[in-house]
């Protein structure tokens, strides 16, 4: 016999529109179909949330660390049991854990962390996604200098195979890398994002040409649009299908800024947390500074949970409240090639659920 769960509220929203008091009916861990609640039969069990809205849950593309354990550090599954709890406080039921520029050394063990994890069975963790070293020493922001370097076609093969079936994403600066290591990273089927540069916009739209489908944190480490010279950030407004993430913590990117980027991307540009937790070893000492982090007083790194993103984006940023949680979930779906599962809470969808009560707090989380 199938495993049958039903869940209802009175609002629900399915990634696509809004439904008044319906039910979901889930069949192992796939949405089955969503009647009105009028249309239940007595008999069933309805787990029903009042007062509440049922949503897509959220996917985290870019997260470090957390309560403690930055995963660069604590290259361990404890490390990844922490961060998953630490996503589903906030409704992301998938996250993709993040090392900025590091030694490789540290790659090879975060890569080995994941597939313990993977082995003893740990869910809500997609895969690595490493950011830098292959960056531009220019936008380095809190990165360490000493560490960035353009790779030649040895490391980057090293390295991606080590990580075969674990990395999943590469922010790079697209201006340091050679068309061959991009074809290499790109023929592993590992997603290619443009951040920590300083690419001109002809550099970053030949980066887009060649493969590149997304942007790491618009506005933070990247060349800026300015009028004569519009720069990574204007490259990736003005292409139609390069996806951009963004920080919505009031800190990285004034919120006005989001806005802008919003009404030209409208559905290219997601949302990341881009969250660490505060670390006294390794080579990035975060250090709590109110709501966000620092280290060696450069911000460093969020505070967000991603029901919080939402909140910011409806209240600072006037967007409607299924787009922001469409930011949130089916749009970082689709970045990964993963809409046609995630995201929606359609017939056909894995069952990946998250509970907000009217003021967007998280009241609970499935994943099946």
Same mark, same amino acid.
């Given at each position: ?28 861990? *796939?949405? @089955?179909? =969503? #009647? ?9 069990? /309805?787990?029903?949330? &009042?007062? !509440? ?101 040895? *490391?980057? @093969?090293? =390295? #991606? ?9 590469? /922010?790079?600066?697209? &201006?340091? !890398? ?191």
């Amino acid at each position: 016999m199938p495993e049958r769960k039903i869940y209802s509220a009175n609002r629900i929203f399915t990634g696509e529109s809004w439904l008044e008091n319906h039910a979901i009916i889930t069949e192992d861990g *796939q949405i @089955k179909k =969503l #009647i009105p609640l009028t249309s239940l039969p007595s008999s069933q069990h /309805t787990r029903h949330f &009042e007062n !509440c809205i049922i949503a897509p849950a959220f996917i985290d593309l870019q997260i470090y660390g957390a309560f403690g354990k930055l995963l660069a550090v604590y290259p361990e599954t404890d490390a990844l049991v922490k961060l998953k709890d630490y996503c589903e406080k906030g409704g992301t039921a998938y996250c993709m854990p993040t090392v900025a520029t590091n030694t490789y050394e540290v790659f090879y063990k975060c890569i080995d962390a994941i597939r313990a994890y993977w082995k003893r069975g740990g869910e809500g963790i997609m895969g690595l996604h490493i950011e830098g070293p292959w960056i531009n020493p220019v936008k380095k922001g809190a990165h360490i200098e000493s560490l960035i370097h353009s790779p030649t076609l040895q *490391q980057a @093969k090293e =390295l #991606i195979e080590y990580g075969k079936g674990v990395i999943k994403m590469i /922010t790079l600066a697209p &201006e340091v !890398c050679t068309r061959e290591v991009i074809d290499l990273i790109l023929s592993h089927h590992i997603i290619i994002s443009a951040g920590h540069s300083n690419a001109t916009y002809n550099e970053a739209r030949t980066g887009f040409a060649n493969g590149i489908t997304a942007v790491t944190h618009l506005y933070n480490a990247m060349s800026p649009l300015q009028h004569r010279a519009p720069g990574l950030a204007g490259a990736a407004m003005d292409d139609s299908s390069v996806m951009a993430s963004i920080i919505p913590d009031g800190y990285h990117v004034d919120f006005a800024a989001i806005r802008i980027a919003k009404k030209v991307m409208r559905d290219r540009l997601f949302v990341i947390t881009d969250a660490v937790t505060a670390t006294t070893e390794g080579y990035y000492k975060h250090v709590a500074a109110g709501d966000k982090y620092e280290s060696a007083g450069i911000l460093s790194g969020s505070a967000l949970k991603m029901n919080e993103a939402v909140k910011n984006l409806v209240n600072h940023c006037g967007i409607e409240t299924g787009e922001a949680l469409r930011m949130c979930s089916f749009y970082p779906a689709g970045v990964i090639g993963a809409a046609g599962k995630l995201g929606k809470l359609l017939p056909g969808y894995t069952a990946a659920i998250v509970v907000l009560d009217n003021n967007l707090e998280v009241v609970s989380i499935f994943r099946q």
